[in-house]
């Protein structure tokens, strides 16, 4: 049984303008596809790890095998990291200063709010330290809301595709900060970027991992 290549739950221009469709097609097709290609080769070496969840390879890495570790760390982690960025995210709900269709933006409601007002003081606090850990993180990564094993909210950096899931931490909320996630409508400026994305989070679904992960 092979990793596949998850559909997006909306098409590539649906992010629009916060996030080109050129950038969404290639970030899919490419970057997300090649690292599903290359975890699936690995394991051909290891059949044994056939069948596991990709939430399993990860939260025990030093399970496997050191001949393909690396990469596993590396090509399973951006399969899981991006499956995760595409569905918190979804079609802004206000376009152009306009209304559209989509739920995407706003602020928080239900359980992942009164959490989010617990750890952090409230949402307004969380979006400023978690734009920041994001803008400021040196080289290519990731900006997470993770629950730590203590069932505590927190802002944390990963390098390159490293999950928080082989740090002992789940990931509710990530943000790809690679200059492949934003490079063709926003050059050099990463806290632009950073900045619209709130425009285009899904938080029903950051919702929804985060009732999973308190479990
Ligand atoms: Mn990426």
Redesign the pocket.
Known sequence: MKYELPKLPYAYDALEPFIDARTMEI?HTK?HATYVAKLNDALTLFPEFTGKTIEDLLTSLHLINETIRTAVRNHGGGHYN?SLFWKIMAPPSSRNGGTSEGTGGGEPKGKIAEAIAQAFGNFSNFKEDFTKAAATLFGSGWAWLTLDAAGKLEIRTTQNQDSPLSQGERPILGL?V?E??YYVKYLWNRPEYVKNWWNIINWKQVEENFKAAIK
């Open positions: 970030h970057h991006h790809d690679w492949h996630a």
